[in-house]
């Protein structure tokens, strides 16, 4: 426990508040998928359907690539703004 609440100190002091914001996006996201995928895989032990796992993983698509073009568009115009 206190070896995360110095690696959260450290990480605090050393990265940029959007990096830490898109960082937890971006975890976020992984987690929803690996819950689908296994309730996708587990289908048969739990008798549900296939199909709510499959389309909120694929209705949460837009999600993912949202993460990484805000991060992608910031760093451009940034990029803009030191150039003039």
Do not use: E, Y
């Not at 605090?12 to 995928?37: R, Y």
């Not at 309730?39 to 048969?44: Q, S, W």
């Not at 709510?52 to 993983?57: C, E, G, V, Y």
Request: glycine fraction near 8%.
């Amino acid at each position: 426990m206190i070896l995360f609440a110095v690696l959260s100190q450290i990480l605090v002091n050393v990265v940029s508040l959007d990096a830490i914001a898109t960082m937890g996006k971006v975890g976020f996201v992984i987690v929803f998928a690996a819950v689908n995928l296994a309730a996708f895989r587990l289908v048969d032990q739990t008798r549900g359907g296939r199909l709510l796992p499959a389309r909120s993983s694929w209705f949460h698509a837009p999600a993912r690539s949202s993460c990484w073009s805000t991060k992608l568009s910031r760093q451009q115009g940034l990029a803009g703004r030191g150039s003039s």
